[in-house]
């Protein structure tokens, strides 16, 4: 089983930026489709971003498109997410999330991951 760290988040203004980033550690990340997710006091976690096992194909939250990036850099193990023009709404525990996959597609489901990894926490101020 994969692990997964996530790091960067932290405390910003609305308008403001992070770079979250994931790494993997135990298998080659390569092999794998990825995701982000979120979850914010009360809620139930939510897709933001996935990214395709070859890198080709991502999609996002109709939430954040627009505003959020989500990369792969396969030589480093590491997946990230830019999130730009971060909102108050934005503010939620980021967690990445690996899947070993069938086809070269995004995953939306969280049931549908395999490993997770603790989460970041992203606070967003008005």
């Known amino acids: 089983q994969m692990r997964l760290v996530e790091s960067g988040g932290g405390l910003v203004l609305a308008g403001g930026s992070l770079r979250l980033s994931c790494a993997a550690s135990g298998r080659n990340l390569r092999n794998y489709a990825m995701g982000w997710f979120r979850q914010a006091p009360g809620k139930e976690r939510e897709f933001v971003a996935g990214?395709?096992?070859?890198?080709?194909?991502?999609d996002y939250a109709d939430s954040v498109k627009g505003r959020f990036t989500i990369s792969r850099d396969d030589a480093k193990n590491t997946v990230y997410l830019e999130v730009n023009s971060l909102k108050p709404e934005d503010t939620a525990i980021y967690s990445c999330?690996?899947?070993?996959?069938?086809?070269?597609?995004?995953?939306?489901?969280?049931?549908?991951?395999?490993?997770w990894g603790q989460g970041t926490q992203v606070t967003v101020s008005s």
């Open positions: 999330a690996d899947e070993l996959p069938s086809a070269d597609r995004i995953y939306y489901r969280p049931n549908e991951y395999n490993s």
């Open positions: 990214i395709s096992v070859n890198g080709g194909n991502t």
